[in-house]
């Protein structure tokens, strides 16, 4: 486990994209009204798959990369507003 923070700094000397996984996440957190800040503990169950991920946002253009995590984030809103309106019916 480690704070936001620190996985933003290993990720970005790991791959230098310079991505702002902070920025990111509580952007994402935000979305469904939860507050994290850089020091929230975060626990990462798929860290090749981040290091893929960070590695394929070397090589990304940052006009595809904007593009493709504003419509992740929609879905996941989406999927987040879909899940709480089931939970009230089942």
């Known amino acids: 486990?480690?704070?936001?923070?620190d996985f933003t700094f290993t990720m970005n000397y790991v791959f230098p994209t310079q991505f702002n996984w902070t920025r990111y996440l509580t952007e994402i957190f935000?979305?469904?009204d939860i507050h994290i800040d850089e020091d929230e503990d975060v626990v990462?169950?798929?860290?090749?798959?981040?290091?893929?991920?960070?590695?394929?946002l070397t090589h990304t253009s940052n006009?595809?990369?904007?593009?493709?995590?504003?419509?992740?984030?929609?879905?996941?809103?989406k999927?987040?507003?879909?899940?709480g309106l089931i939970s009230t019916v089942c």
């Open 63 to 77: 006009r595809l990369v904007c593009h493709s995590l504003g419509k992740f984030v929609d879905l996941w809103v």
């Open 1 to 5: 486990m480690a704070s936001i923070k």
């Open 79 to 83: 999927y987040t507003a879909l899940r």
């Open 30 to 32: 935000s979305r469904v």
């Open 44 to 56: 990462v169950y798929a860290p090749d798959y981040l290091k893929n991920v960070a590695e394929l």
